[in-house]
């Protein structure tokens, strides 16, 4: 049997363990999410995991944590119809996509997750290297959120949505909340490039 088969296996041994505790997996009607996250699709940053609520969140994940045409419809369906008042952009240290974007060597065949980083690291005067290039595409599609002219946009100009922009540094543990790190005035400023701090020693 070849790994793959077998780590397959594995996952329907846990899949059948963990739903059988009732705690997620099953919940025949919809629910509102405790939040919804816009996430990048690394294994090493599960959101509903790393928040503690798992089968409380709404997820949509993907290479780079782009607020791309497809996430900005899921994160709307969150607001509009499952009634989320909390929408976060969860980037994190050491992101492929973006590292793939900052080197520019990403084959063609990447370049839909690629594309929307590249043109943020256009306008971004001061990234150069990864941590701020992360904190930046986060701030970024914080504010393409924000600016979204259909339902989530208004949903967080007229403030019945928070909007929050976070990266988990994946070489402490630790969450780095950007609204801690910067004065709102300057949350729709398009070269919002404050470095990720100095990691913690605690
Ligand atoms: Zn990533």
Redesign the pocket.
């Known amino acids: 049997m070849s790994d793959a088969t077998t780590t397959w296996n594995e996952m329907k041994r846990r899949h059948a363990e963990v739903c059988a505790t009732g705690q997620v997996g099953i919940a025949p009607e919809p629910r509102r999410p405790a939040a919804a996250v816009l996430a990048?699709?690394?294994a090493r940053?599960p959101p509903s995991l790393m928040f503690g609520h798992p089968g409380e969140l709404f997820v949509v994940r993907l290479?780079?944590?782009s607020a791309t045409p497809g996430a900005i419809a899921s994160l709307t369906y969150a607001v509009e119809q499952l009634d989320t008042d909390l929408v976060v952009v969860l980037?994190?240290t050491?992101?492929?996509?973006?590292q793939a974007a900052l080197a520019s060597d990403a084959p063609s065949t990447f370049d839909a997750i690629v594309t929307p980083i590249d043109e943020m690291l256009t306008a971004c005067g001061d990234c150069d290297d990864i941590d701020a290039a992360v904190t930046a595409n986060v701030r970024h599609n914080v504010r393409r959120l924000r600016r979204d002219r259909g339902p989530l946009g208004h949903a967080v100009r007229a403030g019945r949505v928070v909007l929050r922009g976070a990266i988990h540094d994946v070489r402490t543990g630790h969450l780095i909340d950007l609204d801690d790190h910067l004065d709102h005035d300057h949350q729709d400023h398009d070269h919002p490039s404050t470095p990720i701090p100095a990691r913690s020693t605690s």
């Open positions: 990048c699709s690394d940053v290479a780079g944590n980037g994190h050491g992101c492929g996509a973006v």
